[in-house]
């Protein structure tokens, strides 16, 4: 392109040949040097240009120093008003340089370079002194080149880089991503760091994530993140708007870790089709569970992807923690699905070509590099901080090394690196043992707060030592809350930080972490919880057990706020093990609260066994220490452990609960507990209205205390209580209010009760097209979520939509289907209905002996459960037998299930199937023709009619009492009947949409295919 054109970007337009920089209609003042640099900067957008290239291309190294360029480099993102953390324009490149990362255009419209997703590194750290003098790993470099060429062609490639400390992975890494030639490269890094433990889950490739959404390229990548992981955008809510926000809420009730994953893989590859995608995880070694699970799913997924994960760690510290990255890797590699590159020190030659590029005179290079090559065995590392050492001593200027006297070679390299902190002068060196306890990267702004030193003081000396390559680099700006702006640094090899930590005494170190977790702290303020884990581990060091237990369990809510239960369930378990030091007073009330969470959270998992000895210690502790509302607490959440693996025990146990609640004389306690006590009756063993009034107190309690999460439980009961009578327009309604209290407080379980109790009462109504959508919805949020259960359960009431609109083999199919779904058969309800719609499709399909089969071991299953099955349940089965025994003639059968159908009815009473009991009581008699019978089984059922809105047994007892009319020769009245049963079959196939291949099977049934208009 012509030098005179002119650029443009953003609000900005640079004139060259005028020399002239514009913000829309106004000339923006800069100085030559500047104007100069921003051009060259916009000539090469998306390209990283070294300051070496900078400092010829502007100044063409005349007597200057970095210094000039990064002054210039301020001065245009004041001009630009681009912040360096965020930047928009100008992005630093740690020790490298620099880059234009926004969009760029000529005036006359051509682009200049509009990257897909801008190729940076969003975290880049140190990888050593060698940085500006790479040499060797041809090998390994030809190794990776193979594999990226496999990627372009849509395969995907998983590499894992492992050695020792210093031994090169990141430095590797880099020149690879230098040498690599692909104008669309997408290349994401994280790094984990370490914590206590674990690591939060997806820590690393979240904020990696978030600081690339905040690029000039952000906006598109936000758009995928909805699109494909809103579980992932969910977490970064500094980047949502409470508009957006209350939306993803919806979007992602009921989110898994499995889905996490599943949206995180999607998303990936997604990108990857459209250019190759570089994903670099270092130092996983440090890395969370859930990561490690993302990698090994990302390489057992076989769809096409140009796709290539690196990830660095040391074998000895994945040993020494028995990291899972190790088996995964195991795993992966028997199975061809990954590689290994384990690296080892330099040759000789490429020692000798490193001192060739440091000093490039034609120097004795020959002689040193044998020696340097035999002293350190060809660690990188150690030989870079060795020349290091020899320059510092004044043995090795220009290449030329002084002989001259006897050299005492370190025995190791801490030795070295000890050596190098001792030429340190004495306020570098305190400053940099400060700053070792805040880990491999850190601000400005926290170590001027810990070592009491003012800001310009340590920025001026953290920039000195970064300038001279000693220790730092320099790792852009960050803001604190409270408008501070300071400069990040970095270690240059993660060996530094962790030396200069072991120098310090252990009370230094103890108060240093107390310091720093107390600054921290303060300054995040009501925003503390994001940094939990650091600091659980700053307390903790600090010896300030208490804390850290406190943040410990902030930490594990982040953790499940990611749907990484384990790693809360592992932070859980640390805080537990701190709180044995404390005394017994505190400690047996925190590790009954520890407990109770981590059994809460090992119940989610289905881990019942591990649940109830959680819940069971508990109480244990809370009746040695004479604290009964804990006992009762645990006990409860004991019952709903059992209320899906084995109801006996739990009515059991909440009545032992209500037993212990009276003892306690405290009446809002023992309401909530007889009002759970009386839900859980009525649900699985029968019904009482007594029980009723002891909820309905329940629930006003929950009103009046606006406890929400009792408030929740107690309208869902409720909601059944309205559907066990028929109410169903008033079981909508209340659904509908616990529903929306269940999505805001994200229980995605009562969510899911409250969506099915609404689908059930649609059913019922004869609302088949809005039952079938709300059901369709309750699938696709499951099925996002891997919820088996609730994709079983939707699937068959599905099935029952299907089996209504008389579309038996769609019933058939989707019952089927559910089948082979369920994994977990301990919930029985679920079995259970699932054998109900098996039996009602075969039925319908007239295969009596499949339909017989089903109905048998649905029989023996409710026999097996001593008849505590869900009772909404139980009138199905009855009437399905019924059904079935009627089509067999068999009408003591028929009578005996009828009349345990109208007994169950009778209790809340259930208009409609007790309509339903008497119709089939009315078919028999017409069956035996005894027809006076049958008139007074039609008149009951008509009589229950009266009472309900039931569109689903009206249709049925109107076509029974045409029949039944018919044989008795009342052919007027029978002609009634039978258009007022059509009138209703044609009314649930109205609630249709007219497309709805359903619709056209009601209206195919013989009833609507008469003359009755």
Known sequence: MEIG???????????????????????????????????????????????????????????????????????????????????????????????????????????????????????????????????????????????????????????????????????????????????????????????????????????????????????????????????????MTSLLTPDDKEKLSQAVLGATGARMLREAAELFETISTEFPLVLIIDDLHWGDFATVDLISLLGRRSTPAQLLVIATYRPVDVTLNQHPIRRIRQELQARGLCAELALSGLGEDEIKEYLALRYPEDRAHEALSSSLYRWTEGHPFFMVNLVDHLVGLGRLSSGVYDQSANLVIPDSLLEMIDAQIDRLSSSERRLLEIASVFGTEWSAALLAAVSGEDLATVELCCDELSRRGQMLDSCGADEWPDGVVAGRYCFRHSLYSEILYRRLAPGRRMQLHRSTGEWLENSYGGKAQKIAAELANHFELGRQSSKAISYLSLAAENALHRYANREAIHYFSHALSLAESLPKEERDVLAMKLMLKRGVVKRSMDDADGAVQDFVSVREIAAAAGLPLWELNALMEQCRVYYWVDRPRCLALVTQAVERARTLNDEMIEIYIVGSYAGWHNTLKGWSDDYIQDSRRALDLARATQNREMLNSELALHSNFNYARGDYRSAIAVAHEAREIAQHRGDALKYLICEALRIRSLIHLGELGEARRHAANALQMADRNGNVFAINHFTLLMSWIHELAFDYQGALHLCQSAKKKVQDQRISSSEFFGLIRLASAHLGLRQYAKAFENLFKADQLLEACQGLMDWYLRPLFYLGSGEYWLTQDQWENVEEQAGKLCELAALPPDPAYLALGHRLLAEVAIGRNALDTASAEVEQALSFLGKVEAPIAEWQVYATAAKLDSRKGHLQEAETYRCRSAEVLRRLADSMDQADALRQSLLQHPLLNGACE
């Open 5 to 235: 054109k002119q650029l443009v970007f953003g609000p900005f337009r640079l004139d060259a040949d005028n020399a002239v920089l514009w913000r829309d209609t106004e000339t923006v003042n800069l100085p030559p040097k500047a104007f100069e640099l921003l051009h060259y900067l916009l000539l090469n957008p998306g390209r990283l240009l070294t300051k070496d290239a900078l400092l010829d291309a502007v100044w063409h190294h005349r007597h200057v120093s970095e210094s000039v360029l990064k002054g210039s480099i301020n001065e245009l993102r004041k001009i630009l008003a681009d912040d360096p953390k965020s930047p928009t324009y100008i992005e630093t490149i740690a020790k490298r340089g620099y880059r234009f990362i926004a969009e760029v255009w000529q005036l006359d419209g051509q682009e200049i370079r509009v990257p897909a997703m801008l190729p940076l590194a969003v975290h880049r750290f140190g990888s050593g002194a060698i940085s500006t003098h790479w040499v060797g790993r041809r090998r390994e470099l030809a190794w990776l080149k193979t594999r990226f060429e496999r990627v372009k062609r849509g395969e995907r490639q998983i590499v894992f880089f492992t050695g020792e400390a210093g031994i090169g992975k990141t430095t590797l890494i880099d020149m690879f991503l230098a040498g690599v030639d692909c104008p669309n490269l997408g290349l994401l890094r994280a790094r984990c760091v370490e914590t206590c433990g674990a690591g939060e889950a997806f820590m690393a490739l979240l904020e990696a994530l978030e600081a690339k959404c905040r690029d000039p390229g952000g906006p598109q990548l936000i758009d995928r993140l909805h699109r494909h992981a809103p579980t992932w955008l969910m977490q």
